[in-house]
């Protein structure tokens, strides 16, 4: 292992933006230490009913407000310095993550749109968080149209784009305000914005670019394939494209009102964004092929390096250099995971067991299948394989005898049948996955975590870091401070991980077999086309949530 002599004496940097908040770390370079942290929570949180000035939104909405964003850097950096006790001006660097797709409009230098007094009250003005499902139907087309042309990228996507992405979201704005649309002088992820309000210097990192931004080989799709979904789409590329860097670059330097923002000193390195789980990778040691991390929290995100290009289908994508350069990275994910089981806890389970503590105590006792359930965990739609988030969950096999626990851990499992769900799809294809690492909140479940050992048959190794994805932004950090000459070299040092913690049980995963069948068989009748009753469902609800809005004008009126 390389790195500079003296590292030991330097910190930097890592900040996580969540969905609900931002979480920064103090690292030494050395070792990877973590030595002071803080979190600062949102203001307006996930804005998803109605907007700050009171403006009602539709269903499947989820919107942001970028002040929040900077109060992370106010507030959570200057008091993770405090906690570490460090000197400011032995930090060389900081990075950030991002929760993704989280995109917004903004002016030529970096403004968002929904600053503008003008158009405060115009939704599409604001940022559209990662879970933002209201353009399924702008998604729909894209891979309609894609599939249609017969477009070479549209299988490096698993024959999908996801609603949660770029080109659905942009499509969204221009049919349904066009003038915020046009005014939108950038289309910008949230982890590049952050960066250029850090740095003053606009960039666009590979990761959301592959990703959510759909370039691969050096191109993003045509400019005839987004006339062809609307004769004013073809300029978007124009608003989203930038200067490109590679994960663990530099992208500038921190500026004078940066500075004064986080107290870090001016000039120190600035890497350029990612996104919280690719980042992960290298704070779990798992920038080799064939180490999937799964990063489970509200939702789960997979990634994997592989060897080789395949194309996977229902995947999110794979990129080059997506997760670490010189490897395909692949990206796959769950919607719904943790806010599944904080649902029910919260909105079903009755008074005296109304705690994950108590309910994962209950369900620990039962032998496998002992509930007779079998749950879809599609509470928040299907990302992978399925890629539509107008699906929704379901519950089959209750009865009178049915008791919170059986319901709390049939969740449990369905999320676990999920996650095998797409590492078979892996598989199939070619791409190796040999073990598993977990990091996010719900590794302190033991419950659950042997639940997923059981059903993928695979070890489990955790991560020894509470914040995996900070602490790879600090590692990437390191390197774009040339405190490491690469990612895989920085993670050997400051990434860590305990290995294999939950092995599989042979009888546990014989009897998860059985189950696992069933599960398919229901994802594929309900996911597939066997019956469509959960999208009429969805639209019979979104009509009449309509009925309920201003009676002369929709939450979103379109704009002449």
Request: glycine share 12%; charged share 20%.
């Amino acid at each position: 292992m390389n790195r500079v002599d003296g590292a030991d004496d330097r910190y930097v940097v890592g900040v996580d933006f969540g969905t609900l908040s931002g979480r920064a770390l103090v690292v030494r370079v050395g070792d990877g230490a973590e030595l002071g942290t803080a979190v600062h929570e949102y203001g307006d949180g996930v804005i998803s009913t109605t907007l700050p000035g009171g403006r009602a939104l539709p269903p499947d909405w989820a919107l942001q407000n970028p002040e929040d964003y900077r109060d992370v850097l106010r507030y959570a950096v200057p008091a993770a310095l405090s906690a570490a006790g460090v000197d400011p001006a032995a930090v060389v660097g900081i990075g950030i993550d991002f929760t993704a797709c989280t995109v917004l409009p903004t002016d030529a230098e970096g403004t968002p749109l929904c600053e503008d007094p003008e158009l405060r009250d115009r939704p599409h003005a604001w940022v559209k968080l990662w879970k933002h499902h209201a353009a399924q139907p702008h998604a729909d087309r894209i891979n309609s149209l894609a599939h249609e042309r017969a477009e070479p990228w549209i299988g490096r996507y698993g024959g999908k784009i996801s609603a949660e992405w770029q080109f659905a979201k942009g499509l969204q704005i221009l049919e349904e305000d066009p003038e915020v649309y046009h005014r939108a002088e950038r289309f910008i992820e949230a982890a590049d914005w952050i960066v250029w309000q850090l740095s003053g210097t606009e960039t666009r990192n590979v990761c959301t670019a592959g990703y959510k931004g759909i370039l691969q080989d050096g191109q993003y799709p045509s400019e005839g394939f987004l006339t062809a979904l609307n004769p004013g789409f073809g300029d978007f590329v124009a608003k989203l494209d930038g200067p490109l860097l590679s994960l663990g670059a530099r992208a500038g330097t921190l500026t004078a009102r940066a500075a004064a923002w986080t107290g870090l000193p001016e000039g120190i390195a600035v890497a350029a964004g990612n996104v919280d789980a690719h980042v992960t990778a290298a704070s779990a040691q798992a920038v080799e092929p064939g180490r999937l991390v799964a990063i489970m929290g509200t939702s789960t995100c997979h990634v994997v390096n592989g060897a080789q290009l395949a194309e996977v289908a229902g995947m999110c994508g794979v990129v080059d250099g997506g997760i670490s350069p010189g490897a395909w990275g692949y990206e796959a994910g769950q919607s719904g995971v943790g806010d599944i089981f904080g649902w029910f806890v919260e909105h079903a389970a009755p008074a005296g067991v109304a705690s994950h503590e108590q309910l994962t105590e209950l369900a620990a006792s039962q032998p496998v299948g002992a509930h007779g359930l079998i749950a879809l965990d599609w509470w928040n739609g299907n990302r992978s394989l399925l890629v539509n988030h107008d699906l929704s969950g379901m519950i089959v096999g209750m009865t009178l005898a049915t008791r919170p626990p059986d319901i709390y851990r049939a969740l449990l499992e369905s999320t676990a049948y999920g996650t095998r769900m797409i590492i078979e799809a892996f598989v199939e294809a070619g791409v190796a996955v040999n073990d598993l690492v977990i990091a996010g909140g719900l590794t302190n479940n033991d419950l659950l975590m042997q639940i997923y050992a059981d059903v993928t048959q695979r070890p489990l190794n955790i991560i020894a870091s509470a914040q995996g994805p900070a602490l790879g932004s600090a590692i990437h950090a390191a390197v774009a401070a040339g405190e490491y000459p690469s990612i895989q070299e920085a993670s050997q040092a400051m990434g860590r991980v305990h290995e294999a913690v939950y092995r599989p049980d042979p009888d546990r995963a014989r009897a998860y077999d059985a189950l696992y069948a069933e599960y398919r068989t229901l994802h594929d009748h309900f996911g597939r086309g066997g019956n469509d009753v959960m999208l009429r469902l969805r639209a019979i609800r979104n009509a009449a949530a309509e009925t309920v809005t201003a009676p002369h004008e929709t939450a979103l009126e379109v704009v002449a």
